[in-house]
């Protein structure tokens, strides 16, 4: 059984001809570059006052007295942590993962080593690089104009991690004067955030995010979904139906709490070096260049 257990029926897509492994060119990896930087544009825009975080997208940009509102709203809220929502139904939508490698069903997969990601039409994967230590430190999930950001780590046998990061997330973020909301989710309680980013204009905009965290077995999976999708249910759908078809490959070796699980290139397993890092930082997002188009 998965880390949700249930009887489905089980959905699967073929994957498409024009999905590839090989890395992309220069002109490809200028027009990554110039799609991250034209998200960030857009989802810049502030939401307005009393509107869920996933509405911020296509909003006036903010000047500097609403960053200060907004600080200070984000600072009362975070007084204390909200309790444990109620787990929502599961929905239809899921399948019964994210799964650990030793249930997971039979299916076509990319393998990243740590990570298995299943093959889904119109999926770009961009995979995250040190460019000091060449180390692959996660993958990005791209579907119409959306981005889902996803990291294993490993995590004790005794308990799980989401609850111990999502506070230690919340506080970076209202450090950095945005705003950080807890919620019920499809997978248990998320994280709505809003981080300050300088437009280039000079002035001051907010950029949403949405934050998943889910606890399995000896593994800690995390997964920030931006874009389009933080307002298009039917997108956010896509994306949590992916989320609920990964498997992690945690492995039998020691590796301390919230260490990075290996990843390597498609079709590359990892070496037995592992990415040594300390405490989880929530926000970290490394580098990111196109391997899958």
């Known amino acids: 059984m998965g880390l949700f257990s249930r009887s489905k029926k089980r959905r699967t897509e073929s994957a498409l001809d024009s999905t590839t492994t090989e890395p992309a060119d ?36 903010a000047d500097t007295s609403d960053a200060t509102r907004a600080g200070d709203s984000a600072n009362a809220a975070n007084t204390a942590e909200p309790d444990e929502a109620d787990p929502a139904p599961r929905g239809e939508h899921l399948e019964d993962g994210p799964y650990d490698v030793a249930d997971a069903p039979e299916e076509d997969r990319i393998d990243l080593g740590g990570l298995q990601v299943p093959t889904i039409d119109g999926m770009e994967l961009r995979m995250e690089v ?6 692959v430190t996660g993958a990005n999930l791209v579907i119409g104009g959306s981005s889902l950001q996803v990291q294993a780590f490993a995590a004790p046998k005794s308990r799980g991690l989401w609850e111990e990061v999502r506070t230690s997330l919340r506080d970076s973020v209202v450090k950095q004067g945005g705003t950080a909301e807890s919620r019920p989710g499809a997978f248990g309680t998320e994280l709505i955030t809003r981080l300050p980013v300088k437009r280039t204009d000079g002035r001051t905009g907010y950029r949403p995010a949405r934050f998943i965290g889910i606890d399995g077995r000896r593994w800690f999976l995390r997964a920030i979904l931006t874009g389009k999708a933080l307002s298009d249910k039917e997108q956010a759908k896509t994306f949590e139906t992916l989320i609920s078809r990964l498997v992690v490959v945690r492995g039998g070796e020691a590796m301390a709490p919230q260490e990075l699980i290996p990843l390597g290139l498609p079709g590359q397993r990892p070496g037995l070096s592992q ?3 300390g405490p989880l930082d929530p926000l970290a997002r490394g580098p990111e260049i196109t391997e899958i188009g």
Do not use: F, I, M, Y
């Not at 570059?33 to 006036?60: H, K, R």
């Not at 040190?130 to 180390?135: E, H, K, M, P």
């Open 26 to 61: 220069t002109e490809q990896a200028e027009q990554a570059e110039q799609a991250e930087q034209a998200e960030l544009t857009e989802l810049a825009e502030p939401a307005d006052d009393g509107a869920e975080a996933e509405n911020a997208e296509g909003a006036d940009a």
């Open 130 to 135: 040190d460019q000091r230590t060449s180390a």
């Open 275 to 277: 990415v040594k890092a």
